[in-house]
């Protein structure tokens, strides 16, 4: 990935749409998820550290660095890596070459234009500052212009994949508040200040 040139990360990126090609279902999600919380529990059982089969060392590296900007760490809950995002997003790029190029593509990209704005570095041997700098240009489609707009459709696709990533695990659930999946003895009705801000009422049942 490394020798990839921006023209070659723009024709990765722009080969599909960034959006469709990495598109997900639900239930793709949900086994990717299955699948990462098995590889980690093996990891663990045997001492060693979970090796990603898609990404190279350094893709993986500017994933995690990439999804924890985008989902850092705070007072309720850990940060994108903390709940295994970077490895979820691994186990998404099984066997689905259009998201593969995308992803690829896109990750090649993020590092051409660090390279030429920050003195030929790559994005995880950029500061904090300049990271956040080019992030800045590149999260919202409004700001989009004609050189940026294959970054910022790719950036797009890649946070929604962090967000599910966070949101499906057992981490994610938690920092939620889902209280779904418990018995509940006796059931009393909705609560009134939720009926009330919903317009509904229990009159006529």
Same mark, same amino acid.
């Given at each position: ?22 598109a997900w279902t639900p239930a793709e999600a949900e086994q990717a998820n299955a699948r990462m919380q098995q590889a980690q529990r093996t990891a663990a059982r045997q001492g060693t550290p !979970?090796?990603? &089969?898609? =990404?190279?060392?350094?893709?993986? @590296?500017?994933?995690?660095? $990439?999804? *924890?900007? +985008? ?46 704005? !920050?003195?030929? &570095?790559? =994005?995880?041997?950029?500061?904090? @500052?300049?990271?956040?700098? $080019?992030? *800045?240009? +590149? ?67």
């Amino acid at each position: 990935m490394n020798n990839i040139t921006r023209r070659t990360a723009l024709k990765l990126v722009g080969s599909a749409p960034v959006a469709a090609a990495m598109a997900w279902t639900p239930a793709e999600a949900e086994q990717a998820n299955a699948r990462m919380q098995q590889a980690q529990r093996t990891a663990a059982r045997q001492g060693t550290p !979970f090796k990603p &089969k898609f =990404f190279t060392a350094h893709e993986y @590296a500017t994933v995690a660095v $990439l999804a *924890d900007l +985008i989902m850092p760490k705070d007072e309720r809950s850990g940060s994108a890596t903390d709940a295994g995002v970077p490895a979820f997003m691994d186990f998404m790029m099984t066997d689905v070459p259009a998201r593969q190029t995308a992803m690829r593509g896109g990750l090649a990209l993020i590092d051409r234009l660090c390279e030429r704005r !920050f003195n030929n &570095k790559p =994005f995880v041997n950029c500061t904090d @500052a300049e990271r956040r700098q $080019l992030l *800045d240009d +590149i999260a919202f489609p409004a700001k989009a212009t004609p050189q940026t707009r294959h970054a910022v459709a790719f950036f797009s696709s890649f946070r929604d994949l962090t967000a599910s990533g966070f949101w499906t695990t057992k981490m994610g659930i938690e920092d939620l508040g889902y209280q779904g999946n418990e018995f509940v003895q006796e059931w009393e009705g909705c609560p009134e200040a939720a009926l009330k801000k919903l317009g509904v009422s229990y009159e006529g049942d």
